[in-house]
C-alpha cells in the first residue's frame, strides 16, 4: 500500500536552523512549504531543497490570514522555527543616552514587544490559522532556546512563554492525537542568529559550558525535529527537548 506524502510546514525555513529542517524533510520525500518575511531569501532557499515558498511577517494577523491560500491545507508536520533575537537584530531600538524617562520606557517596551512579537505571537497566529488543517496524529514543533533556563531578558522571557504555550497547546489538541513539543537549542553556529555579533572568546564560553566540547550545528537540530515528527515520537508531547550539548541540564 503507498504511504501518503506528508505535508510539512516550516516556519522561518529560508536560513539556518529553519533551512536545514525543512532540507532534511524534503530529503525523506515530504511534501515542504517554507514561510519566512524575505522573499529573494526564502525563494532561493525553496528551489535548493524542491519546497514551496510563501513569504508574509508571521507576527502579522492580517498577514498571516492572507497567505493562507498559499498554505497546506493538509498539514502533518508544523514547525514553528521562526523567530530570533530582535535586539541582536535592532527591531526594538534602546534608547538614546540621553532619553528622558518617558522616552527611555517607550524604548524599553519596544525593545520587550518585539522579542515577543517575532518568538511568541507568530507561532501563536501561524498554529491558530492552520489548527483546522492539522490532520489526526499530527505534530506541531515550537522553539525554545537556552536562553529560557539562562535568561536573555526579553528574548529568554519570550522563549520561556514558549514553553507554556506548547503545554497548554498539547493539552488542547491532544484528543486528535496530535503531539506537541518544544526544540530548546543551546549554542549553534552556522546561522544567522548572532548577526556577527559573538566574539570567539563568547564561543569558546559557551563550548565550556557543554559535557561534549562541541558547539550545536543546525543538523543536530534538525535531527531531534525529524525524530519528534516521527511515529515513534507519538507518547512524547508537551515537552521541552533540550539540544545543547549538556550545557543545561534538562532534570
Not at 528551489?47 to 498577514?63: E, L
Not at 543551546?186 to 570567539?200: A, H, I, K, N, S
Amino acid at each position: 500500500m503507498e504511504t501518503a506524502t506528508r505535508n510539512v510546514a516550516v516556519t522561518g525555513g529560508g536560513t539556518g536552523i529553519g533551512f536545514e529542517i525543512a532540507r532534511t524533510f524534503a530529503l525523506s520525500g515530504a511534501a515542504v512549504t517554507i514561510t519566512g518575511r524575505r522573499a529573494d531569501v526564502l525563494s532561493d532557499a525553496a528551489a535548493r531543497i524542491g519546497a514551496r515558498a510563501v513569504a508574509f511577517d508571521a507576527s502579522d494577523p492580517k498577514a498571516v490570514a492572507a497567505a493562507l491560500g498559499g498554505l497546506p491545507d493538509r498539514v502533518d508536520v508544523l514547525v514553528n522555527s521562526a523567530g530570533g533575537n530582535t535586539d541582536l537584530s535592532g527591531d526594538g531600538q534602546p534608547a538614546h543616552a540621553d532619553a528622558t524617562p518617558a522616552e527611555g520606557l517607550d524604548a524599553l517596551a519596544r525593545q520587550w514587544q518585539a522579542n515577543l512579537d517575532a518568538n511568541v505571537l507568530s507561532a501563536v497566529l501561524v498554529t491558530a490559522a492552520l489548527t483546522s488543517r492539522l490532520a489526526d496524529d499530527a505534530r506541531v514543533i515550537n522553539f525554545s532556546s537556552i536562553a529560557a533556563r539562562n535568561g536573555a531578558d526579553s528574548y529568554g522571557a519570550a522563549k520561556a512563554a514558549v514553553e507554556a504555550w506548547t503545554a497548554s497547546l498539547a493539552a488542547d489538541l491532544g484528543s486528535r492525537g496530535i503531539t506537541v513539543n518544544v526544540v530548546s537549542p543551546g549554542l549553534v553556529l552556522d546561522t544567522e542568529f548572532f548577526r556577527g555579533r559573538m566574539t570567539p572568546d563568547g564561543i569558546e564560553r559557551r563550548v565550556a559550558a557543554t559535557r561534549n566540547g562541541r558547539p550545536g550545528t543546525p543538523a543536530d537540530v534538525a535531527a531531534t525535529v525529524d525524530f519528534l515528527a516521527s511515529p515513534g515520537a507519538g507518547h512524547i508531547t508537551g515537552q521541552v527537548i533540550h539540544v545543547n550539548g549538556g550545557a543545561y541540564l534538562g532534570r
